[in-house]
């Protein structure tokens, strides 16, 4: 253990946080420019091209459930990529996810669509969507394990960040990659411009591969896996021991519904309710993770100053809050409302709740079990948050004045995550080494401040004579 601790903290090892941070940030920008460019083309082309013997309304409503439906898959993928990740190691599972993922989203700009081959279109699509959810179970918490178990104890947050950085990359890549497809003309639009984003991903995808086959496994993770206390089945041992971390995570996750229904339903009753231009509703979502990208790591930085627990409990309420203005903002139709809104939704405040939770989910676990906890906990809330546009579409319907009660579900849903955040130990202190047992506290302060052990007394000199 010592060894692992030296190397860890040694000059010759002082470069591998960085490697790892940039590895997972890298990696979640093409997991999520992949999984969110298909969170666009429901809300603009889907229900058009999959579904266009529904009337647009019900179109829409399936083209949303199709979204979801990744997000079904994904705790169940948790049980499988978690295992490879406890099992095998933080490297593998992250290089099985990207691959997965770029081959799936490759596939979905190759299908035929509804006019070609009837129902076997939308059939298909469910199919690689179901894919997608199964590569993204494993992400985002094997990127966060990966960078938590190299990182200094005292920046955790800090470089656990860059996974969610990446994300928020993902996101202006994904709608950036729309804007010059969205602005076609619509027969050219629905005909072949939407695949072209999807295609797209086969060249990131490579790059991302390359870049994780070089990163190093994890010293925590090695430690166990050359002692051979790696659980065989990782499974058990978390679900006996640490499920009341895995449902708090899962509860906590439930603030993700203000990213779905940011990036999907408000896309979706802004340009087809409040009929918006299209374009610009696009460039609201680029400003918005832009500020992301800036706010990120400074919260990051502040939760390894003051702790998790107050900045992720201030993100998820007040983001939760100000969908209520962000929603009405389209209502009104104006535009730069719309956007000082969503900056200050998407962009500010809830980044001080996105940018730490890598830090707060993965220190609720030990190393053994870490990235099945994180990624099962995770997945739980996730796919529940993956379904809010749906659900949304189903209670506001074609009503301008339905956002109020879709509105009113989003906080409901941060709320219940704040609470269970707020009954979360807080371990910014805390070094990962105790979070694991293998250092007791009391042990930790002998090494750090040792007793002061006086010298023993020498008899005086005798005097000659």
Known sequence: MDDAMHQRESGGRTKTPVKAAIASWVGSVVEYYDFF????????????VFFPESDPATGTLLSFATYGVGYVARPVGSLFMGHIGDRY???RVLLLTVSLMGLATFLVGCLPTYDDIGVWAPVLLVTLRLLQGLSASGEQAGANTLSLEHAPDRRRAFFTSFTLSGTQA???VGTAVWLPFGAMPEDQLLSWGWRVPFWLSAVVVAVSILIRRRIEETPAFEE?????ETASAPLGPLLRN??????????????STVS???AVWALSFATDTAELDKTTMLWVSIAANLTALATIPLWATLADRI??????????????????AYLASIENGSYPLIFLAGMLMSGVVYSAMNGIQPALYGEMFPTTVRLSGMAIGTQIGYALGGFAPTVAQWIAGDDRGGWVP?????????????????TARETYRTPLEEIDGRRPRDEERIVREPRFIPEPRRPPARSGG
């Open 37 to 48: 460019i298909y969170g666009t083309a429901a809300a603009l082309v889907f229900g058009k």
């Open 89 to 91: 190691g933080r490297k």
């Open 170 to 172: 993902g996101l202006v």
């Open 224 to 228: 166990y896996r050359t002692s051979g």
């Open 242 to 255: 640490h499920w009341p971390d895995v449902l708090r995570v899962a509860l906590a996750a439930l603030a």
């Open 260 to 262: 779905t229904i940011f």
């Open 307 to 324: 702790g998790r627990k107050p900045l992720f409990i201030f993100g998820a309420l007040g983001s939760g809050a100000l969908m209520f």
């Open 406 to 422: 879709v509105a009113g579900l989003v906080f409901a849903a941060t709320l219940i995550a704040a609470i269970a955040a707020a």
